[in-house]
């Protein structure tokens, strides 16, 4: 079984900053094989993605919406993927999910939802104007 538990939300003022944390867990789930994903959900909108990183760290990719502001980076020795987030807006506000890909060891980097096969529960992130 897989867990991917997410932290570090919460309520920011416009043009401030969050560190969002996501752990894995699991007896058969060997972190550094997979390359992770950050996807946001806000409300009456569908999932979208935010920033990917491949399972060694050597790739990034990011949403345009996000771009120069969001950072991706992961410490393979804490089972750990971050997503340092700068100069928030209020669009930014939504639930943010870590999610691992289906496909060990790739290469590149993807921005689909089918793409990932474990997901963890969310983090509130909340930006006030």
């Known amino acids: 079984q897989v867990q991917l538990v997410e932290s570090g939300g919460g309520l920011a003022q416009a043009g401030g900053s969050l560190r969002l944390s996501c752990t894995a867990s699991?007896?058969?789930?060997?972190?550094?094989?997979?390359?992770m994903g950050w996807f946001r959900q806000a409300p009456g909108k569908e999932r979208e993605f935010v920033a990917a990183?491949?399972?060694?760290?050597?790739?990034?990719s990011y949403a345009d919406s996000v771009k120069g502001r969001f950072t991706i980076s992961r410490d393979n020795a804490k089972n750990t993927v971050y997503l340092q987030m700068n100069s928030l807006k209020p669009e930014d506000t939504a639930v943010y999910y870590c999610?691992?890909?289906?496909?060990?060891?790739?290469?590149?980097?993807?921005?689909?939802?089918?793409?990932?096969?474990?997901w963890g529960q969310g983090t509130q992130v909340t930006v006030s104007s």
């Open positions: 699991g007896r058969t789930f060997t972190f550094s094989s997979y390359g």
């Open positions: 990183i491949t399972w060694n760290g050597s790739t990034t």
């Open positions: 999610a691992a890909v289906r496909t060990l060891y790739s290469g590149a980097t993807t921005p689909y939802l089918r793409d990932y096969a474990f």
